[in-house]
């Protein structure tokens, strides 16, 4: 392999479980520092506008404690950029939300102008932050985020997780999409349903430099600890042939 793939985890879902009590257990940050000593690079959460899972104090605290990057996601809402802007993480990832949606369902629309989206840019980079996008892995939508001046995205890798007969096909127009990307020097991150039985074949195509892993690893964290979960999927992406 001619470079490591930076491993983020994402740790939402251990605020989900907290949440469904409405009480301090378990801790985000906590679980964040246990994935740093088990073999993550950064740690990756999405403030939501509604709060349905990581909620304010938590994200002042995994950027304030953490010493290894910290990459915040958001949506383009005004509140949460200020806040974004105000804790300055490493990075800030651009996503589409919506309060029906269980999880993301797909990357931002770049297919027209969005003032929100571009106020939203320029705020983060003016804030000293550096910025991605959360897109589809389609030509289009890694061209515009070019012309955005952002310096990475992060490609959905849902299409691929989800439809298991079409692996080889959603493979390809991943790699498609990074060797545009990095064309353009953009860096590439990916990530949304990857798994420890899914995420090799992503991790091997060459040109993508990290990727977002959350609700695989708290899921197997119940039943192993988040330490040898982290750990598991660390030696999928490490053994991944590139």
């Known amino acids: ?34 994935a740093v000593q088990h073999g993550a690079d ?10 349905r899972h990581i909620q304010d104090d938590d994200a002042r605290r995994l950027v304030e404690a953490l010493e290894c990057p910290v990459n915040f996601e958001l949506a383009a809402h005004s509140g949460v950029v200020e806040l974004a ?10 996503v ?30 003016g804030a000293g932050i550096r910025v991605a996008l959360f897109i589809d892995p389609e030509q289009r939508a890694v061209e ?13 890798t849902g299409r691929y997780a989800n439809h298991g007969t079409d692996h080889d096909a959603m493979l390809a127009e991943l790699a498609y999409a990074t060797q545009v990307a990095r064309g353009l020097g953009l860096a590439v991150h990916a990530g949304h349903g990857l798994t420890r039985n ?24 119940i039943t192993i600890g988040i330490g040898p979960a982290t750990r598991e999927i660390r030696a999928q992406i490490d053994g991944a042939g590139r």
């Open 96 to 125: 589409p939300e919506s309060r029906q949606e269980i999880t993301t369902e797909g990357g931002l629309d770049l297919s027209r102008a969005d003032a929100g989206l571009r106020d939203a840019i320029d705020r983060l980079q």
């Open 198 to 221: 899914n995420v090799g074949p992503v991790a091997a195509i060459p040109g993508i430099e990290e990727l977002n892993i959350g609700h695989s690893i708290v899921a197997r964290s």
């Open 144 to 156: 515009r985020a070019r012309e955005l001046a952002v310096p990475a995205i992060e490609l959905h």
């Open 85 to 94: 802007c105000e804790l300055r993480p490493y990075q800030a990832t651009l």
């Open 42 to 51: 950064g740690i990756t959460f999405h403030l939501r506008e509604d709060r």
């Open 1 to 34: 392999m001619n470079e490591t793939v930076r491993l983020y985890v994402n740790v939402d879902h251990v605020a989900t479980v907290r949440q469904a009590r409405q009480t301090e257990e378990p801790d985000p940050l906590e679980a964040a520092r246990v």
